[in-house]
Structure formats: structure tokens, C-alpha cells
């Protein structure tokens, strides 16, 4: 199932991925000094990322507890399939030589490009 997460929303799953569970009140606590998010705009986010199937809620005594129903790597995953498929027609190759040709990558990050590429290419042998 692909779940398509607004920006918003991938800010409330990262709490519940790192913190679950969280009443509507904690989220909105967390966020409110960063975002000016009201209970009200929190309500929205947790009923729509509730339809879309990316949490749940148990009741828990006076306040519902939410929690994730996805994966943050599946997430991650779904999140990185679409935007290659969007800007660069799925092409990982193309997504890495345009960051080369705008020396967009540093030299640690060209040798962890490296390391997973090693890493790869030992486990298909």
C-alpha cells in the first residue's frame, strides 16, 4: 500500500516513529513552538494521516494514543521511489551524475556512496 505524506505529516510520523505513542495534546505540545500548530490543525493531520492508513489510534483512558501503521524505512522507500520517478523518470543514474556534474556531494559523502556500493555488490556474489 503506498501512502503519499504531506510534509506536515512526515513531521508528525517522525515523532511517532522515535516517540509513540502520543495523545493529539503531546503532538500538539511538541510542535506548537516550532510550527504555531493548534490542537485544531493537529486533529486535521491525525484524521487525514489516519485515512491515508499511516496510524492508528487506541483509546487510552482520557486521550486516544496514536501510532504509526507504516514503516519509516517503507516510508523512506516510497518517498525516494516517487521522486526519482518524477524528476529524473526512475533513473538513479541520472539523479547521481547530475549531483556530480553540480558538485553537489562531498568527499565523505562520495565514499559512503562507495561503502553501500561495495557493500552491494558483495551481497549479490
Do not use: C
Not at 539523479?95 to 562507495?114: G, H, Q, R
Request: charged residues 35%.
Amino acid at each position: 500500500m503506498v501512502v503519499r505524506l504531506s510534509e506536515a505529516e512526515w513531521k508528525v510520523m517522525e515523532l511517532l516513529w522515535d516517540n509513540a505513542p502520543q495523545t493529539m495534546m503531546q503532538i500538539t505540545n511538541y510542535f506548537k513552538d516550532s510550527t504555531g500548530w493548534t490542537k485544531h490543525t493537529v486533529m486535521t493531520f491525525l484524521r487525514r494521516m489516519e485515512e491515508k492508513g499511516a496510524i492508528h489510534f487506541e483509546e487510552g483512558g482520557r486521550a486516544k494514543l496514536y501510532y504509526p501503521d507504516i514503516e519509516k524505512s517503507e516510508a523512506m522507500l516510497q518517498e525516494t521511489e516517487e521522486f526519482l520517478d518524477k524528476v529524473f523518470g526512475g533513473h538513479l543514474g541520472l539523479m547521481l551524475n547530475t549531483m556530480v556534474e553540480k558538485k553537489a556531494l562531498s568527499k565523505d559523502e562520495i565514499e559512503e556512496l562507495y561503502a553501500i556500493l561495495r557493500k552491494a555488490e558483495e551481497e549479490d556474489l
